[in-house]
């Protein structure tokens, strides 16, 4: 009898993403200028995905009170047109609007994606354990919040419903 040997094949090689840096992400203001996240470095960043025409809009009186009150902490809004078409405006419709209504001068980025196929890399980086070595998360609504330590680290998520000045919140800065 001839001996059958078994097919030799390659152990299969699991690909992992290397957890990456908040600030080596890169991102504009809403009026189109690069955004160096590196120098909200020794801040906590509380990135926060918003639309003007949203039940939770009125949150943008809070984060702006936030930012004025704890300046170790950097508030930066993300435009989004992804749930309801609530963020139908351009750039300068967006920042009218924000200043207008709100008084809002903390920073804007650029309208992106922060979920899908076409989703930004922030939100790749704050959704994902691998990237952020914390967690997953699945952005539900406008107004869901990331909280960033002053090392660059994710600390934690929160849903729409939880208020700026939420104790959740408070208590890490």
Request: glycine residues 6%; proline residues 2%; aromatic residues 12%.
């Amino acid at each position: 009898m001839k001996k059958i040997e078994k097919a030799k094949t390659a152990p299969i090689k699991k690909t992992t993403i290397a957890k990456t840096s908040i600030y080596d992400i890169k991102i504009n203001s809403l009026e189109g200028e690069a955004i160096d996240l590196y120098k909200f470095n020794g801040n906590h960043i509380l990135f926060v995905n918003v639309a003007s025409e949203c039940g939770f809009t009125v949150q943008y009186k809070d984060l702006q009170k936030l930012s004025d009150t704890y300046k170790n902490l950097t508030v930066i809004g993300v435009p989004c047109n992804q749930f309801g078409g609530q963020e139908s405006g351009d750039s300068s419709q967006i920042k009218t609007f924000c200043e207008r209504n709100y008084g809002v001068n903390f920073l804007l980025t650029e309208k992106i994606d922060v979920k899908g196929s076409k989703q930004h890399p922030l939100y790749q980086w704050l959704t994902n354990k691998e990237l952020n070595g914390k967690t997953n998360s699945t952005v539900r609504w406008n107004f869901q919040k990331y909280l960033i330590n002053k090392e660059g680290n994710l600390i934690d998520y929160f849903y729409s419903i939880t208020k700026p000045f939420s104790s959740k919140i408070i208590k890490h800065l």
